[in-house]
């Protein structure tokens, strides 16, 4: 599988009156988070909220600040999570858990981002 790539919207949730940001993210599903730039961060003016210790893809563990609550949209999905910024990160990267939020998976056949259930938003409640 390739890198698939898909345009999102970021909105600072607590502060409505900050302009939300669109951009083109990574879509990985073997990360779990949200991962934005400082740059970013500092645009839609989102505070931070703690540290985690993060495993990165070349085998690092790095301390990562954590954001607080961010909106995610896709198409017509939206979904709220925390980012994550790792240091030197330059792209943004969008990981299992708001993928999941917004009932979303990579299609194998056309590797791109879609609906697990097609357009119709199918959540589950327990």
């Known amino acids: 599988m390739g890198i698939v790539h898909t345009e999102?919207?970021?909105?600072?949730?607590?502060?409505?009156?900050?302009a939300p940001e669109t951009v083109t993210a990574i879509v990985d599903t073997g990360s779990l988070n949200l991962v934005i730039?400082?740059?970013l961060r500092r645009k839609l003016e989102l505070e931070i909220?703690?540290?985690?210790?993060?495993?990165i893809a070349?085998?690092?563990?790095?301390?990562?600040?954590?954001?607080?609550?961010?909106?995610?949209?896709?198409k017509d999905r939206f979904t709220v999570v925390q980012a994550m910024i790792i240091p030197g990160a330059e792209k943004v990267?969008?990981?299992?858990?708001?993928?999941?939020?917004?009932?979303l998976m990579i299609?194998?056949?056309?590797?791109?981002?879609?609906?697990?259930h097609g357009d119709k938003i199918e959540y589950l409640a327990l």
């Open 8 to 18: 999102i919207t970021l909105k600072n949730v607590k502060n409505g009156t900050i």
């Open 37 to 39: 730039t400082e740059e």
């Open 49 to 55: 909220e703690g540290e985690r210790t993060a495993h």
């Open 58 to 74: 070349n085998g690092q563990r790095v301390s990562c600040k954590m954001t607080e609550a961010v909106k995610v949209y896709w």
């Open 93 to 103: 990267l969008l990981g299992a858990i708001p993928l999941e939020g917004m009932d």
């Open 107 to 116: 299609s194998p056949a056309t590797q791109e981002v879609v609906g697990v």
